[in-house]
């Protein structure tokens, strides 16, 4: 189980508050549950289920095991992230340096292609 927190630091009600994702979405409500995050902090958006958590439960997530990211790394490790990265490589195949940059964040499971009977459009 892999979980990724970031370090957007967005104000909602004067206090910080991050996002907190993982590889799947039964690993991220597993593991908000061992630490204690309510389950309505939940976000399924499409392509990037979150949760919203304060800096407490951020440092709680972190002290769990849960790996701290950029906001910009976090984006790119959720379903939709890992379609336009896939878009970016294709569009810096002629430079090695960012082709390598960008690689490093590719998960190779994941699917541009939508799911047997998904009929919703992706992009």
């Known amino acids: 189980m892999t979980i990724f927190v970031d370090d957007a630091a967005i104000m909602y009600r004067s206090k910080p508050c991050f996002h907190m994702i993982a590889d799947s979405v039964v690993e991220l409500h597993a593991f908000c549950q061992q630490i204690g995050i309510n389950r309505c902090w939940f976000h399924n958006v499409r392509g990037r289920p979150h949760y919203d958590i304060t800096g407490l439960q951020r440092d709680l997530a972190i002290l769990a095991g849960a790996i701290a990211v950029s906001s910009e790394e976090l984006a790119l ?36 292609e939508p799911a047997p009977g998904d009929t919703r459009q992706l992009f």
């Open 77 to 112: 490790r959720t379903e939709a992230g890992q379609r336009t990265l896939k878009r970016l490589l294709e569009r810096s195949k002629d430079d090695p340096l960012e082709v390598a940059r960008l690689q490093q964040y590719l998960r190779p499971h994941t699917s541009t």
